[in-house]
């Protein structure tokens, strides 16, 4: 039986959703991200602002001298975006159980053998499609091929609210004319080795060998784009595979040389960051700090814990830690930032031993990657001694999540008085 793979892209996801909630939006460019003036990208934006030629990760400088007056600034709430993407993952699983999201607002499912119950891959897309008008009210682009290659391409050729499908017989055809960028792992570099041959299109790819390939690109990446040129990929849909990180950063409007306010933007970012993990179901081992200076000049630090956390103290104290830890001084800070990964799987969150608990009261297990590039400027990886997360402490973030999905994220939070930046 030839393989059914289904990939669904929700349209403009985080601006739709805002003008879904806001009905005096709807027409109008629509931007989340950095606010006008400030410094910052685009995160995403409406199709009304994608006519001006602005897209995701655009400075919002550039942006804003691109767009009219009428454009609508909006900041991120990735809590909300988090919750509607939940809801349409679920309704999906309604139509198939082997369902791999792949981001927030994408995902592949295996619909292989669905046409005995559904009908033509029209009708299965189409079901797709109803379920997440139903569930949030938004569009999708819904792309079904016979593997993940064709269904993603597929799904990006007829935005927004598309439905394209490519049988296994027409795959060439399909291919064929598209530029050969659409080839996975042809990106800034190795897209001008094939241009410079006079190469632009899938078909002109086709016509070289692999060994030619594999001479201009190498033996690995050679062979993959010889096999993409001919619509060979992967159709293996991976129920339960899940997103790698959670993080959360903010580029200030000037830069900071404040530790109070630089100590503050982290307990937000901890904030956001463990609030999202538990939402998600995930418990993380590895906290991540980022800090940018000016001339973007940027690290990273992290630090492996001895158990898995969704608590924001724990992730807060542990990049505070980092920042104290890197011996910056007072250097301008443009950007800084939070993250947590390496989940933990089957494990009770519900009593959490503390990172710096029991024997090692004189100091924290730095089992960190980077530790020993902080240790460089001698700096030391001991802290002082903390509380565990208690029952109590589990109660009271189960009471301040609960507070949050029903009234909106900034309505209540741990400690300082300094909201988002």
Known sequence: MTRLILHLDLDAFFAALEQRDHPEWRGLPLVVGAAPGGRGVVATCSYEARR???HSAMPIGEAVRRLPPETVYVRPQMA????????VMTALERLSPVIEPVSVDEAFLDVTGLERLIGPP??????AKMLVQETVGLTASVGIGPNRLIAKLASERDKPDGLTVVPSETVQ???DPLPLTVLRGL???TAPKLRALGLETVADVRALSLEHLRRLLGAHQGTRIYQQARGLAEDRVEVGRSRQSISKETTFPEDVTDPALLRETLRWAAQEVAYLARHGGYQGTVVTLKIRFRGFETHTRTQTLRMPTADDRTLFRTAWALLEAGRWGARPVRLIGLGLSAWAQGLDAAVQPDLFSGANRSGADWSGANCSDVNRSGATCSDANRAPVTPTETRLNETLDAIRARFGPGVIQRGGQRRRP
């Open 122 to 127: 029209e009708a299965i897309g189409r079901q």
């Open 52 to 54: 001006y030629g602005v």
């Open 173 to 175: 055809a399909f291919l």
């Open 187 to 189: 990106g800034r570099r």
């Open 80 to 87: 909300r975006y988090a919750e509607a993407s939940r809801q």
